[in-house]
């Protein structure tokens, strides 16, 4: 069974929340909407999620996506969103508003509403993440990197309006945040000597569903096989399974 805080970390990940709106008679009727996306290769996780949620997993260009929409959005919001640290506020926003008929004018509102919410921090911020949060969201936006050498690194990318989940990361396990040169983009960088691996990998690692057999390798193998062995291997574990 997939946790509901593992479906936060991946929503606050890969995931979108926002509004279904559709034209009717009265005026537009407005409900939630939650999409999460994951390359083909790595995408069993949605269909684990879709299995339990009785929703049906799109095929997507390169991609496969899982949509919740009206009443089972609602749901899924109220089950994940105590848990999530990005976007508390986005879901908070959507679970008020929605459902609902408006004119025009009032749905315009709504709408810049919540994308002034989408560009602020969350109002509340958590002082620690928990283990299960942790795997989701390093499924979505963590890399576990390995130079020939043997030296480990974990790292994580956001949106530089989405890097609450990076900063309560380092708050704990420590790392330098760099912004890309374009602005938009902020990368977490912690290095893992043999002893914060244990720590960090230890900590969320066998909570992990679509990197798991990285994290277990690296576990099992740090410091006990040469660096290029260990380069050689990460590398082929992220290649897609039908070009392995």
């Not at 606050?12 to 509004?19: F, M, N, V």
């Not at 969201?137 to 956001?158: H, I, M, P, T, V």
């Not at 380069?231 to 392995?244: D, F, G, H």
């Amino acid at each position: 069974m997939i946790t509901d805080k593992y479906c936060a970390g991946l929503v606050d990940s890969d995931g979108y929340i926002g509004l279904a709106v559709s034209k009717v008679e009265e005026g537009f009727s407005v409900k939630p909407r939650v999409t999460i996306k994951q390359r083909k290769d790595r995408s069993k996780v949605l269909y684990d999620i879709a299995a339990q949620w009785e929703i049906k997993v799109y095929d997507d260009a390169n991609t496969h996506c899982i949509v919740f929409s009206g009443n089972k959005a609602l749901r899924f919001l109220e089950s994940i969103k105590n848990h999530l640290v990005i976007k508390p506020d986005v879901a908070e926003f959507v679970l008020r508003v929605t459902p609902t008929v408006c004119s025009e004018a009032t749905l315009k509102d709504i709408k810049n509403a919540l994308k002034l919410i989408k560009a602020t921090p969350p109002q509340t911020v958590k002082n620690f993440p928990s283990r299960k949060w942790l795997a989701g969201y390093f499924d979505g936006d963590g890399c576990l990197l390995a130079s020939k050498e043997g030296r480990l690194k974990l790292q994580f990318a956001a949106h530089v309006n989405e890097k609450a989940g990076l900063l309560l990361i380092q708050k704990v396990f420590g790392g330098t945040i760099h912004i890309e040169k374009s602005g938009n983009c902020a990368k977490l960088h912690i290095y893992l000597p043999q002893s914060k691996l244990e720590q960090m990998l230890g900590y969320f690692g066998k909570h992990t569903i679509i990197k798991n057999s990285q994290v277990q390798y690296v576990l099992g193998h740090a410091g006990k096989v040469s660096g290029n062995e260990l380069y050689n291997k990460l590398r082929q574990l992220k290649q897609p399974a039908s070009t392995k």
